[in-house]
């Protein structure tokens, strides 16, 4: 039996924070098959403590109350006060000392319908795993709705996936698309700036696990400093990435508005040159289907091996159309290259002097690389090692 237990990181009593509260048990109970309230049996029963078992009264998913700091038998005196919450069934446990848990997790399981195991997809290639990311309102959970249209959505609840991770299927042409964090985007309603900002940080730990990002931007509004650093979050995990200006039906009738923003994207995320760029509304379903056909491309371009014979033949021919400069009266040596990882590409590049290579000349490399294995989608990290060797003859 296969568990993800997410931890709502606990509620703060008080007036202030209720509607806060509200959000993150809604969120909690959105996501959950069964709910486990944890009441502090050493400290008694809380004010609090009976808003919320009369809130988790009103769901209609399995709701377990748990009273915690029972170290034993003779404790168990304490949990008397917490029936006036008006539950049948408490279970007293000890978290530290583990006293009831498998009482607890016995009739926990009981309970649990057996899940049919669900695969990931219908062939052995494991899916694309898709982060959707962008501030809010951009129309993140109106494009992954559009994504997902009929498609079953199957909740994640294998174990090595982080523990509140909830993602969503998808297929498309016999793929399989993966998308992670789902759960936290999806979910609508009015919810405070607080928790808004909350769920921004925790869409980005999709990021974490994706292959490929798509980066929502609202085409309406333009592009924001806020895109910009989520857009930087992409790029500096490296992973492939789509830019997507959302909500085109509000700005199709301007002339060159295209143009405006890709003038605008290669002065402000000029580090992203390399994403491409969709214009789509995820309100009317235009394009949205056009992701698809651009994730393959950037999915197998990040999953590319070049082999070191071809890389060292563009090397070669890189560094003999372009010599690398002088470094203390003698020139540059690049001694040998390979690829030590993909998704994305990383190269290692053995040099004489690495801290000497000038951050142009390195660029220079990449894009010679970039244009001779047609990797044009993706980023290439080409890291510099340091390498004497007076012996062996370098490219140059
Ligand atoms: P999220 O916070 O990024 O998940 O954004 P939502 O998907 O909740 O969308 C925010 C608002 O923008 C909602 O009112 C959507 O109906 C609206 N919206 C989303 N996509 C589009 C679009 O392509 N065009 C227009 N006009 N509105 C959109």
């Keep these: 039996c296969e568990l993800t237990i997410v931890d709502t990181g606990g509620f703060i009593a008080g007036d202030e924070f209720s509607e806060e509260i509200r959000a993150q048990i809604d969120m909690a109970l959105d996501d959950a098959d069964i709910v486990l309230l944890l009441l502090d049996g050493k400290r008694g029963i809380s004010p609090f403590d009976h808003e919320i078992a009369a809130l988790l009264r009103t769901s209609p998913k399995p709701v377990f109350f748990l009273v915690n700091k029972i170290d034993g038998e003779e404790q168990e005196i304490h949990i008397s006060e917490f029936y006036q919450l008006g539950v049948e069934t408490l279970f007293p446990v000890s978290a530290e000392h583990g006293y009831g848990v498998s009482t607890f997790m016995d009739q926990l399981v009981a309970g649990l319908d057996p899940v049919e195991p669900e695969a990931e997809s219908d062939s052995d290639v494991p899916p694309i795993r898709l982060a959707v990311v962008g501030r809010p309102n951009v129309g993140k959970s109106s494009l992954i709705n559009r994504m997902l249209g009929e498609d079953r959505v199957v909740v994640s609840n294998r174990p090595g996936t982080t523990r509140d991770a909830v993602d969503s299927f998808c297929f498309r042409n016999n793929k399989c698309y993966r998308l992670m964090d789902t759960a ?52 500096d995990r490296g992973c492939g990435c789509v830019l997507l200006l959302n909500k085109w039906d509000l700005v199709s009738g301007q002339p060159d508005a295209f143009k405006v923003f890709q003038r605008e994207m290669q002065i402000r995320a000029k580090f992203l040159n390399y994403a491409p760029v969709l214009t789509l509304s995820a309100l009317t379903g235009q394009r949205v289907q056009r992701i698809f056909p651009v994730v393959d491309e950037i999915h197998r371009q990040y999953s590319q091996r070049i082999t070191t014979g071809q890389l060292n033949r563009i090397m070669q021919e890189a560094i003999e159309r372009t010599p690398p400069p002088y470094y203390r009266g003698s020139r540059l040596r690049f001694y040998y290259a390979t690829q030590i990882a993909a998704k994305p590409p990383r190269i290692v590049c053995f040099v004489n002097h690495p801290g000497a290579v000038h951050f142009s000349y390195r660029r220079y490399l990449i894009n010679q690389i970039r244009q001779e294995t047609r990797l044009d989608k993706v980023p290439i990290f080409v890291s510099l090692k340091q390498r004497e060797s007076r012996r062996r003859r370098g490219m140059r």
């Design 184 to 235: 936290g985007i999806r979910r609508k309603g009015k919810v405070r700036r607080k928790i808004e900002k909350f769920s921004v940080i925790k869409a980005l730990k999709g990021l974490e696990r994706c292959e490929v990002a798509l980066v929502v931007m609202d085409a309406s509004e333009g592009i924001t400093d806020q895109d910009i650093t989520i857009a930087g979050y992409a790029y």
